[in-house]
């Protein structure tokens, strides 16, 4: 009996001095950096415009890096994120690159603002995916697609003519599957995409202008 208190004893010491400790594991975050725009010396045009926050895939409910395989599978990685949810850093980029190309001359406000916009644009983000083939690390890509349309204010009218609808894709490959690549192939499509957002709404804009 002795013998036995004596072990119990020993036990409860001894799981006092050691503890199992998982591993830290850092997380790593990454951002959407805006491209050098792909065109030069763009003229302004007078309208003043105000976007409406861009509506994201519900599978785009965090902010962890995926990649969508071949085989129907997804990876998520739980330590490898966006510094903010998707529907945030989208918006935000999208706003950004649209107010730092000066393509509009009394600028681009979200919806919140009290000023009376020209026209209004709204959008949805029909894809935002990295994908690879599972079997063959060299074979990754990113797709990014977005559906927009460009409204004409009208405050009194309960008409608001849509003077753009405009399909945007655009797929970057990649060789390293590396999370860093990721990140830097979704900021490379989503800057193209916007650059040629950009021309189309000026270019609908100055057309419904001269109606």
């Not at 785009?60 to 903010?84: A, C, E, P």
């Not at 999208?94 to 916009?117: C, T």
């Not at 860093?180 to 499509?189: D, G, P, Q, V, Y």
Request: proline share 3%; hydrophobic share 45%; charged share 25%.
């Amino acid at each position: 009996m002795k013998r036995l208190l004596l072990t119990i004893t020993l036990s409860v010491a001894l799981s006092g001095c050691f503890s199992i400790r998982t591993p830290f594991i850092p997380t790593n975050y990454y951002y959407l950096n805006q491209e050098l725009l792909s065109f030069k010396n763009i003229a302004q045009i007078e309208t003043f415009l105000v976007i409406r926050d861009f509506a994201v895939p519900e599978e785009l409910f965090d902010n962890r890096l995926m990649i969508w395989f071949d085989d129907g599978t997804v990876q998520k990685f739980n330590y490898h994120r966006f510094n903010s949810d998707y529907a945030d850093i989208i918006n935000n980029f999208i706003f950004s690159r649209m107010n730092l190309s000066k393509a509009f001359k009394f600028g681009v406000a979200s919806f919140n603002s009290a000023i009376v916009p020209n026209f209004i644009l709204e959008g949805k983000v029909l894809e935002f995916k990295a994908l690879a083939e599972k079997k063959d690390k060299k074979k990754n890509w990113v797709q990014v697609s977005i559906q927009i349309n460009l409204i004409k204010y009208e405050p009194i009218s309960t008409n608001k003519p849509v003077v753009l609808s405009q399909i945007y894709s655009q797929r970057i490959d990649f060789e390293e599957r590396e999370y860093t690549r990721i990140a830097k192939s979704f900021s490379k499509a989503l800057s193209l995409i916007v650059d040629k957002m950009i021309l189309d709404i000026q270019s609908a804009i100055a057309h419904y202008s001269e109606e």
